[in-house]
């Protein structure tokens, strides 16, 4: 499909030989599409945004069938390379816009730097690029904000920032990790609607690494739900939301208390146990020790099935068994 | 009844870089024995701080706390520990990495003192089979633990000395989605089984909706509004209320990001605004919020700090 902006083909990361936290991942964006990679702390979800980025901590060992942005397979590309990538055509929004800004630096300066060594331009071009953009993320009066330090903004104002930043030489793919994690629920909200926004009026591909089903449900064309190193189920949302057909995530979905439904007295779902550290060479379904449904044979390889077109989940069980 | 929880007109400020920070700023509220009261409100509102005066962590710049009738200022610290404890956010940070888990959880006894050495190991364990832990963590240390193993540890801490009171601040919010729901329903099984009272400060409404029997919602160092629960889900009378409820994100795919109208502004407790606290934002505020603030109106039962819900002269509203 020539509308496809990433595709990841089989994607396997281990650290040495303790463990693989990524194992055998694959999974496509297409432009103007948000994919949702979920999942719990330890699923590997930021690992993969990391392995395309190439910026895996030394020691990490990627390999993959193939990493393609665009037509070009970023698998063997030279750092220097991906370098020119990064921030240019691939941009990042991580979670904690605090530890991505230059403390000792002007939004201004750190904003323009992006766009004089992608783009040659030079610094007044830069800067009001950068104006047009810090508008264009909702923060008036941009020219005031462009000469303070990051310090000086409230967390909401920061992330704004990290976007407007990320948009500077208007990327075809953005990798969001957790974008809004550490924002209060109404601000959380606002800068969900803002990347909403740009992405339609942009045709971004967006690949969105969260935790929460709720901003899953609200932002994603298409989820992968993540454990232990694997997608154990993908769906385009309102299939994945309707019909959830793996027992994790049938088993997420029930821990999440939600306004409305609560009935006093009632217990939440819960998963019991902890995620379990996946070695190399690990055999059979990451989720059998926490599963209701686990049988013996569980521990061998598990089959990819089909639940409905274009939804697809790991498990022996087929999907009338799992759901009641 | 004596209210479990009674608290007067609590003041407290800080200094922060040359400037007077109004952490909290004038909350008065009232919790019965055996209730839960969720405390919820964004991060600076006041609710953490709030939760320190009424643990008696930190004095109060003026106003009182009375646990159990009795005033907090003064009481001595055994005493207090009997009566009241806590259960904090992060079981990384808040729990020693050096000690075992049956000195972390003894502790409290250990403090006490006068126990005899058996009889507080069979306390220890006691409890730890009480939150879901095997008798064999009681040897591990906290690097050996998960992070809702270690909140199971924190809250065994909290009750082994059998306090009336368990202030817990953000139990969960370090917590996968899986294991808070474990966390909830440890908690809510052990306020059944042990009468136990909490004030339950969260960020996160759907939890305290789950929990809490009355919640109290803060902004800018003040509870805005507070209601029983049901109430308050089923009609949230304060602006700031509404933005809030609207903001949580449900997990249903027919529905956008909701637009919650409060502009880019930022709350700062250092630079409180005159009027009501919250008009800045307030998609509905109108000339007069700007000067007159909305102090303890009361109706229907709830408490609203908005000039909105002022009922006309003459009455009308019940």
Known sequence: ?324 | MTPAIEVRNLYRSFQQRGQAVRAVDGVSLSLAAGEVLGVVGESGCGKSTLARLIMGLLPPGSGEVLVDGRRLAGMDRRERARLIQPVFQDPYSSLNPRQRIRDIVGLPLAAQGALPKRRQRDLVMEMLARVGLSSDMAERLPGQLSGGQRQRVAIARALVLHPRIVVCDEPTSALDVSVQAQILNLLADLRRELGLTYLFISHNLAVVEHIATEVAVMYLGRIVEQAPVEALFRAPAHPYTRALLASVLTPDPAQGIPDVGLGEDYPDPANIPAGCRFHPRCPQAFDRCATIMPDNIRRDGRLVECLLAVPPPGGGYG
């Open chain 1, 1 to 324: 499909m020539s509308d496809t902006i990433l595709s990841i083909g089989d994607l396997r990361v281990k650290f040495g030989d303790r463990t693989e936290a990524v194992r055998g991942l694959s999974l496509s964006v297409a432009r103007g599409e948000t994919h949702c990679i979920v999942g719990e702390s330890g699923c590997g979800k930021s690992v993969t945004s990391l392995a395309v980025m190439g910026l895996l901590a030394r020691g990490a060992i990627r390999s993959a069938d193939h990493i393609r942005f665009r037509d070009q397979d970023l698998l063997g590309l030279p750092e220097r390379a991906m370098a020119r990538l990064r921030g240019d055509k691939i941009a990042m929004i991580f979670q904690e816009p605090m530890t991505s800004l230059n403390p000792a630096y002007t939004i201004g300066s750190q904003m323009a730097e992006v766009f004089e060594r992608h783009r040659g331009a030079g610094r007044r071009a830069a800067l009001d690029r950068a104006a047009e953009l810090l508008e264009r993320v909702g923060i008036s009066g941009p020219g005031m904000r462009l000469g303070q330090y990051p310090h000086q903004l409230s967390g909401g104002l920061r992330q704004r920032v990290m976007i407007a930043m990320a948009l500077m030489c208007d990327p075809e793919l953005l990798i969001a990790d957790e974008p809004t994690t550490a924002l209060d629920v109404t601000v959380q909200a606002q800068i969900l609607r803002l990347l909403q926004k740009l992405q339609r009026e942009l045709g971004l591909a967006m690949l969105l690494i969260t935790h929460d089903l709720g901003v899953v449900a609200r932002m994603a064309q298409r989820v992968s739900v993540m454990y232990a190193g694997q997608v154990v189920e993908s769906a385009p949302v309102s299939d994945l939301f309707a019909a959830p057909t793996h027992p994790y995530t049938r088993g997420l979905l029930a821990c999440i208390p939600v306004p409305g439904t609560v009935r006093r007295g009632d217990p939440l779902g819960s998963i019991p146990g902890v995620v379990p550290r996946i070695p190399p060479g690990f055999v059979g379904c990451g989720f059998r020790d926490r599963c209701a449904w686990a049988l013996p044979e569980c521990a061998r390889a598990v089959p990819l099935r089909q639940a409905s077109a274009g939804h697809t989940y790991l498990c022996r069980l087929m999907p009338d068994e799992v759901r009641p």
